[in-house]
């Protein structure tokens, strides 16, 4: 915690960071200027955060890319109902859990509940090496 703190002076709201990290990820790693971004539902507050912060990236841009690049290539940010079953998200969910647990120290679920972190460290990286980034 105390090398983030000198690193980042301004206290930033670590979702608003996350969220940042993941746009700026999507544009790195997409293709094309056809870029779809849905996250999935929390409740009515933190939808709005989140949608305040996709328009605040749309004006002024991200550390990484500027506004003009942000709007023509990511053509749609909404947020999805889980009741939606939307596959993409239950696959970011399937991720998520392993390397969630992983980083705070848990116990993986028993095998068969859960995909094993190495498992989805493998294959997200196509090696066992990866760039994550992980926040006090």
């Given at each position: 915690?105390?090398?983030?703190?000198?690193?980042?002076?301004?206290?930033?709201?670590?979702?608003?960071?996350?969220?940042?990290?993941?746009?700026?990820?999507?544009?790195?790693?997409?293709?094309?200027?056809?870029?779809?971004?849905y996250?999935?539902?929390?409740?009515?507050e933190?939808?709005?955060?989140?949608?305040?912060?996709?328009?605040?990236?749309?004006?002024?841009?991200?550390?990484?890319?500027?506004?003009?690049?942000?709007?023509?290539?990511?053509?749609?940010?909404?947020?999805?109902?889980?009741?939606?079953?939307?596959?993409?998200?239950?696959?970011?969910?399937?991720?998520?859990?392993?390397?969630?647990?992983?980083?705070?120290?848990?116990?993986?679920?028993?095998?068969?509940?859960?995909?094993?972190?190495?498992?989805?460290?493998k294959?997200?990286?196509?090696?066992?090496?990866?760039?994550?980034?992980?926040?006090?």
């Amino acid at each position: 915690k105390e090398g983030f703190s000198r690193q980042y002076v301004t206290p930033y709201d670590p979702y608003a960071l996350a969220f940042e990290n993941a746009v700026n990820r999507a544009l790195y790693y997409g293709r094309g200027d056809d870029i779809e971004i849905y996250s999935e539902c929390r409740d009515t507050e933190l939808d709005a955060q989140l949608k305040g912060q996709f328009a605040k990236m749309s004006i002024a841009g991200t550390i990484f890319h500027k506004a003009e690049e942000i709007k023509r290539r990511i053509k749609v940010f909404d947020c999805k109902d889980r009741k939606e079953n939307i596959c993409g998200l239950q696959i970011a969910d399937r991720l998520a859990n392993p390397v969630g647990r992983h980083f705070l120290g848990f116990r993986p679920k028993p095998p068969g509940n859960e995909i094993s972190y190495e498992i989805v460290r493998k294959k997200l990286a196509g090696t066992t090496r990866i760039c994550l980034s992980t926040l006090p």
